[in-house]
């Protein structure tokens, strides 16, 4: 499976995800400033100053992560990733996400994360996984309502930009379950 064909603009209706490009900087950064408090659970801020450091970051600097743009209708409404895991062509992390607050609750993530899924399936992984901060409650339910198995939890797994040590969830799907849901 090549990097190539797992990072392409993938669509749904309105949704689409689009590889992050320079053009999406003003408006994910808008997205971002809809919810300045979420960022205090993630592992960096995308908020204020934070933000063009951290764009910076995921369009140009991190080599492991493939970022979209989450687009509804052709306008950015959050962000997610590819972030390697595992075995290259066997493993994908889903991760890096955010979406508006106004969108949340609306089966509007379980869109995304179904498209990226069935996907990663149609490229030929045999598992993606995800990896969530203990303390975000809501997208440990989002990520289980999904059908994916929690496997555990890394204790101490990361120091956040705040300075807190975080326990981080771990979640997978393997393709044999995919493939087998009936949703």
């Not at 993938?10 to 949704?15: A, F, K, Q, S």
């Not at 508006?100 to 869109?111: A, D, K």
């Amino acid at each position: 499976m090549s990097d190539a064909a797992l990072y392409v603009t993938l669509t749904n209706g309105d949704l689409s995800l689009v590889p992050l490009q320079e053009r999406h900087r003003e408006g994910l950064r808008t997205a971002c400033a809809e919810d300045d408090a979420i960022w205090d659970i993630y592992p960096f801020s995308y908020a204020g100053a934070h933000f063009d450091p951290q764009f910076g970051t995921i369009l140009h600097g991190a080599p492991r992560r493939r970022t979209f743009a989450i687009c509804r209708d052709g306008n950015v409404v959050g962000m997610t990733a590819w972030i390697e895991a595992g075995a290259a062509g066997w493993s994908i992390e889903i991760g890096n996400s955010f979406i508006v607050p106004s969108l949340r609750g609306t089966g509007f993530n379980g869109r995304v994360k179904r498209l990226m899924i069935d996907h990663a399936f149609a490229c030929g992984l045999e598992r993606v996984v995800f990896k969530v901060d203990a303390r975000n409650l809501r997208s440990r339910r989002a990520v289980a309502k999904l059908g994916a198995v929690e496997e555990g939890v890394l204790r101490h797994e990361r120091k956040t930009w705040t300075g807190h040590v975080r326990d981080t969830h771990c979640f997978s799907i393997l393709r044999s379950e995919w493939e087998g849901r009936t949703n």
